[in-house]
């Protein structure tokens, strides 16, 4: 049974965490349905915006699931668990689409992280959001200390992930973290999904490799990306492919 799943409704895609049993949180099996969603979404050029959502359950993602990674050994905790999962966020980060986090609930650790992932969020009044990590013996392994540190003040990370203080929706909002404060976080990411429809998709993917180069998501790729897209239109590029199927030397027109 997939926990993760993927439905397409004409231009907006919405991934939904599907582990209310256990607050959502996220297993093995779990990471690996969100990087092959990824990766399909990545290749789908008609989707305007992909919506992250969660069912139903007191918590949006209540972060890792410890029985998931409580036996592992030092080493495959390390090296499987946190780096593929970091891998695999930042994979969702980095969807050349639009991204809308719909927290309907609590977002605590890895599902904060989550939530950081995407470009913008939409947060429930009565959701908080935490980093509890250091409660169980451990740190924030998927990015919490670092791109949610781009996102929100040192001290407001700090106050989360060395003392244990939630944030609650009013304060991250006004933070700048969250976009709205919703009842319906659902609904109201999907309407906001809806006005891409207006706009250019090639405009809007640029617009987000050029955001990403300025915070460091991902900065070498994305330059490179926006230098490729460049060339990729010139006659030079066209004379180059040409010159090499047809084993000549190129005469470059430069434009």
Same mark, same amino acid.
């Given at each position: 049974? $997939?926990?993760?799943? @993927? ?46 959502? &969660? ?22 905790? &390390? ?24 927290? #309907? ?9 989550? +939530?950081? &992932? ?5 947060? +429930? ?7 509890? /990590? ?9 990015? #919490?200390?670092?791109? @949610? ?12 992930? @060395?003392? #244990? ?9 006004? @933070? ?10 659902? +609904?109201?990411?999907? /309407? ?7 706009? $250019? ?5 640029? +617009? ?8 460091? /998501?991902?900065? $070498? ?12 239109? $010139?006659?030079?590029? &066209?004379? #180059? ?15």
């Amino acid at each position: 049974m $997939s926990r993760v799943s @993927l439905t397409i409704d004409g231009p907006i895609a919405t991934l939904r965490l599907e582990n209310p049993d256990k607050l959502n949180a996220f297993t093995p099996e779990m990471l690996r349905e969100l990087d092959a969603h990824c990766a399909a979404l990545e290749m789908e050029r008609s989707i305007r915006c992909v919506i992250l959502t &969660a069912s139903p359950a007191k918590a949006f993602c209540a972060g890792a699931d410890i029985i998931a990674w409580g036996a592992l050994s030092p080493f495959d905790f &390390a090296r499987h668990w946190v780096r593929d999962g970091h891998r695999i966020f930042d994979r969702l980060a980095r969807l050349s689409h639009p991204t809308i986090a719909a927290i #309907g609930a609590h977002a605590f650790g890895g599902g904060l992280e989550l +939530a950081t &992932a995407c470009d913008i969020r939409i947060m +429930a009044p009565r959701a908080t959001l935490a980093l509890p /990590e250091t409660q169980v013996g451990i740190v924030p392994g998927w990015s #919490g200390t670092q791109r @949610l540190t781009r996102l929100l003040p040192e001290p407001v990370v700090k106050e989360m992930a @060395l003392f #244990g203080r939630r944030l609650n929706a009013e304060r991250a909002h006004a @933070l700048g973290f969250v976009a709205e404060v919703s009842d319906d976080p659902e +609904a109201m990411a999907r /309407e906001i999904a809806e006005k891409l429809g207006k706009t $250019s998709p090639m405009a809007t993917e640029v +617009a987000k490799y050029q955001i990403h180069a300025a915070v460091g /998501e991902d900065r $070498s790729a994305m330059i490179e990306a926006l230098g490729g897209a460049m060339i990729g239109a $010139s006659a030079d590029k &066209a004379e #180059g492919v040409d010159a090499f199927a047809n084993k000549r030397t190129p005469e470059f027109p430069g434009r």
